[in-house]
């Protein structure tokens, strides 16, 4: 049971009652926002969510009882920001987002309240009295008003709906909102990403994954596939890095099928501690009407295939390799296949191939039954990997098989069984289980049909 603990906020509360809500399906008409022309917040910003956030990062403000995150801002200050992103369609919960107009910076704010969307509609300047209110980052920076306790564990609440009227203030009509535009490569680099968390943003060139379009249930939510109430289906660019699209079971658009196509995609770049996700806004954020391009990355046109798990192979873009793991936050059973385009060898005289790997964790006298190389003569392109006969190919294994990610060379590996024919492919097999979780990381394919 969720109990919400409501803490002083300058003085203005002295007694709360929790009210708990539920996420209801309903569908409202169009606010009319034109009375909000005239309206003008009684309160000026005096600082930025930049320094609010600094203050946080260096301290300044004292942590509650409880905990050593959540923090108090106890001055009087004042922020001034736009509304990004709301909960009109469902997918976003007791939450809205907001930016600095002028550079950026943004905010979660959490609120004890649904229906968001007509007090706080996309483009509505607001004016935030902080003084009292709570701040806690947990990937992404959160504003709040309560806290409540999770398995023994004090977490971030929403500001209570009572005084909403006396912290959040609008501040004239909602404006015409412009993602920022960045490529999924920032998007997936440590290096780059922290300045777009919270953002909203616009990737260009992206498609669903092979493996969300081709599985079961290829639809926003599925249920066969959910965790906490929502379901990760991932974005994928050319060069085959990937990138969560978190879509809840209550969104209106959870049972929309997934584009087949490529294009582009609007949404709030978010992180759940150190997972980033996208969050949508609405089904009309997601325009992929081109036709799908081939992944191709370093391994020039390699795409996936998930037989089991929602994890996917991927393109590191820090250590330039492709790499699949079964671990996001906790190990998950998987089956994953990264499987080459077509290779025609009807010509070829001594065909062989090489490539290097690397292995981390996972139970190293057991792991190498569960990742394996294959070939094939009678794939068929983007189907089902079990449905085809494969041969096992052997290939060098680490000298030193407790030593984590030291890049091993498979030794020149040759296919004289499947020279003339016209329709060969090669396979990298990941499997794990709860106990046997690894990250086996591929670079370097070379392949010579002469």
């Given at each position: 049971?969720?109990?919400?603990?409501?803490?002083?906020?300058?003085?203005?509360?002295?007694?709360?009652m929790?009210?708990?809500?539920?996420?209801?399906?309903?569908e409202?008409?169009?606010?009319?926002?034109?009375?909000?022309?005239?309206?003008?917040?009684?309160?000026?910003?005096?600082?930025?969510?930049?320094?609010?956030?600094?203050?946080?990062?260096g301290?300044?403000?004292?942590?509650?009882?409880?905990?050593?995150?959540?923090?108090?801002?106890?001055?009087?200050?004042?922020?001034?920001?736009?509304?990004?992103?709301?909960?009109?369609?469902?997918?976003?919960?007791?939450?809205?987002?907001?930016?600095?107009?002028?550079?950026?910076?943004?905010?979660?704010?959490?609120?004890?309240?649904?229906?968001?969307?007509?007090?706080?509609?996309?483009?509505?300047?607001?004016?935030?009295?902080?003084?009292?209110?709570?701040?806690?980052?947990?990937?992404i920076?959160?504003?709040?008003?309560?806290?409540?306790?999770?398995?023994?564990?004090?977490?971030?609440?929403?500001?209570?709906?009572?005084?909403?009227?006396?912290?959040?203030?609008?501040?004239?009509?909602?404006?015409?909102?412009?993602?920022?535009?960045?490529?999924?490569?920032?998007?997936?680099?440590?290096?780059?990403?922290?300045?777009?968390?919270?953002?909203?943003?616009?990737?260009?060139?992206?498609?669903?994954?092979?493996?969300?379009?081709?599985?079961?249930?290829?639809?926003?939510?599925?249920?066969?596939n959910?965790?906490?109430?929502?379901?990760?289906?991932?974005?994928q660019?050319?060069?085959?890095?990937?990138?969560?699209?978190?879509?809840?079971?209550?969104?209106?658009?959870?049972?929309?099928?997934?584009?087949?196509?490529?294009?582009?995609?609007?949404?709030?770049?978010?992180?759940?501690?150190?997972?980033?996700?996208?969050?949508?806004?609405?089904?009309?954020?997601?325009?992929?009407?081109?036709?799908?391009?081939?992944v191709?990355?370093?391994?020039?046109?390699?795409?996936?295939?998930?037989?089991?798990?929602?994890?996917v192979?991927?393109?590191?873009?820090?250590?330039?390799?492709?790499?699949?793991?079964?671990?996001?936050?906790?190990?998950?059973?998987?089956?994953?296949?990264?499987?080459?385009?077509?290779?025609?060898?009807?010509?070829?005289?001594?065909?062989?191939?090489?490539?290097?790997?690397?292995?981390?964790?996972?139970?190293?006298?057991?792991?190498?039954?569960?990742?394996?190389?294959?070939?094939?003569?009678?794939?068929?392109?983007?189907?089902?990997?079990?449905?085809?006969?494969?041969?096992?190919?052997?290939?060098?294994?680490?000298?030193?098989?407790?030593?984590?990610?030291?890049?091993?060379?498979?030794?020149?590996?040759e296919?004289?069984?499947?020279?003339?024919?016209?329709?060969?492919?090669?396979?990298?097999?990941?499997?794990?289980?709860?106990?046997?979780?690894?990250?086996?990381?591929?670079?370097?394919?070379?392949?010579?049909?002469?």
């Amino acid at each position: 049971m969720k109990t919400i603990k409501y803490v002083k906020i300058a003085s203005v509360l002295l007694f709360v009652m929790a009210i708990s809500f539920s996420c209801v399906k309903t569908e409202f008409d169009e606010p009319d926002f034109s009375e909000l022309a005239s309206v003008k917040s009684p309160i000026e910003a005096n600082t930025t969510i930049k320094e609010v956030v600094g203050k946080y990062n260096g301290g300044v403000y004292k942590s509650i009882e409880g905990s050593t995150f959540i923090r108090l801002i106890d001055g009087a200050e004042y922020i001034s920001a736009i509304v990004t992103a709301n909960d009109k369609s469902g997918n976003l919960y007791k939450t809205i987002y907001i930016s600095d107009e002028n550079t950026g910076e943004s905010l979660a704010v959490a609120i004890e309240s649904t229906g968001l969307s007509f007090d706080y509609p996309v483009g509505q300047r607001l004016v935030i009295n902080l003084k009292g209110l709570l701040l806690d980052q947990f990937g992404i920076m959160k504003l709040g008003g309560s806290t409540y306790d999770s398995k023994g564990k004090l977490r971030l609440g929403g500001i209570p709906s009572v005084l909403l009227n006396k912290i959040i203030y609008a501040d004239g009509n909602p404006i015409e909102v412009k993602p920022v535009e960045v490529s999924l490569t920032d998007l997936a680099n440590p290096s780059t990403q922290k300045q777009y968390l919270g953002r909203l943003v616009k990737i260009n060139e992206v498609q669903f994954s092979d493996a969300d379009v081709n599985s079961s249930n290829p639809y926003y939510y599925d249920k066969n596939n959910e965790i906490g109430g929502a379901s990760n289906r991932n974005i994928q660019n050319k060069l085959g890095e990937t990138l969560i699209v978190r879509n809840s079971s209550y969104a209106k658009f959870s049972s929309n099928k997934l584009p087949e196509g490529s294009g582009s995609l609007i949404a709030i770049f978010s992180a759940y501690g150190s997972e980033m996700q996208l969050l949508l806004r609405d089904i009309n954020d997601v325009n992929m009407t081109e036709p799908r391009f081939t992944v191709s990355g370093s391994f020039n046109g390699f795409v996936n295939y998930s037989v089991l798990g929602d994890e996917v192979w991927s393109y590191d873009s820090k250590y330039k390799c492709f790499k699949m793991t079964g671990y996001n936050g906790s190990r998950k059973p998987n089956e994953d296949w990264f499987i080459s385009p077509v290779i025609d060898l009807s010509s070829s005289v001594n065909p062989t191939f090489k490539f290097r790997h690397a292995l981390g964790y996972g139970n190293y006298s057991t792991v190498w039954d569960d990742l394996k190389v294959f070939v094939s003569d009678n794939y068929t392109e983007s189907s089902d990997p079990t449905t085809a006969t494969w041969t096992e190919i052997s290939f060098a294994k680490p000298a030193d098989l407790s030593a984590k990610f030291v890049w091993t060379e498979s030794g020149e590996i040759e296919l004289a069984d499947f020279k003339g024919k016209p329709n060969v492919h090669i396979a990298f097999r990941y499997k794990n289980d709860v106990t046997n979780c690894s990250t086996w990381e591929l670079d370097k394919l070379v392949l010579n049909v002469d």
